[in-house]
């Protein structure tokens, strides 16, 4: 169950309308309350019924979907609105449902977060979601697609793997994995440490945290060959970093 913290974390761009789909009321007031404080508008709502009529009537810009719900499932939700609809979908998952999240991702969902989660990692997800969608509306993962390819490696999503041009799967930390996605998922723009801090380790920065530069050499060095000249994330001194690459869907 999320906390309630009091403080505001993050300032986001205003007007931002999120659907919160939930039949857990205390979660469905905690959750919204936490969103208003940080900037969204926020309507709650807690069955089938009441999604399809609250996003027919009104702008929606994206939907926190419970898996587990009355009736209809989460699941069957997602699949029914990505008919019609590419407006990013976020699951709410059990911790021990990890075929439901594979299912999601497959049919559409733009990420997952799984129960009990805190404030922080669900909003650090919607900012990274909308911000994708604001580099590019039409941004939407094929129905076949697994993640992503870029000069013969693939990042593989689901099964959160990386695997090298020789066919090789590199080993990387949950730190390393989060990153080089964060990277993939907005290629050849510059990042900068709070940005990389706030996507990729679910959290908002600090200011002061320089661990992401160690992060950041980790990966270079496992997915880099020869000097410096060629690697695949360029420093941009002052501001973060930059992954060089093009990025396809795979």
């Not at 989460?74 to 449902?97: F, H, N, Q, W, Y």
């Not at 989660?117 to 509306?137: T, Y």
Request: proline residues 6%; hydrophobic residues 45%.
């Amino acid at each position: 169950m999320p906390g309630a913290p009091s403080d505001r974390l993050v300032q986001v761009p205003a007007q931002h309308h999120i659907l919160l789909v939930d039949d857990d009321a205390e979660l469905r007031q905690l959750v919204a309350k936490f969103l208003r404080t940080n900037g969204f508008r926020v309507t709650t709502v807690r069955s089938a019924p009441e999604l399809r009529h609250a996003f027919s009537s009104m702008p929606i810009d994206l939907i926190i979907l419970d898996i587990m719900l009355p009736g209809v499932s989460g699941l069957e939700l997602c699949r029914e609105i990505r008919k019609t609809s590419v407006v990013p979908i976020i699951m709410l998952t059990a911790k021990a449902d990890e075929a439901d999240r594979v299912v999601g991702l497959e049919i559409g969902a733009d990420d997952y977060v799984t129960k009990p989660f805190s404030p922080r990692e669900l909003l650090a997800r919607i900012n990274a979601v909308l911000r994708r969608m604001a580099i590019d509306p039409g941004l939407r993962r094929p129905a076949a697609a697994r993640g992503y390819r870029f000069e013969g490696w693939i990042l593989d999503t689901l099964k959160r793997e990386l695997t090298n041009p020789d066919g090789i799967v590199v080993d990387l930390s949950t730190g390393e994995y989060d990153l080089l996605l964060a990277f993939v998922e907005q290629p050849q723009k510059v990042l900068s440490r709070e940005q990389l801090l706030d996507t990729a380790r679910n959290r908002v920065a600090t200011g002061f945290d320089r661990s992401i530069d160690v992060q950041v050499s980790r990966l270079r060095r496992k997915i880099t060959a020869g000097d410096d000249d060629h690697a695949m994330v360029k420093t941009v001194r002052g501001v973060g970093y930059m992954f060089v690459p093009t990025v396809a869907w795979s």
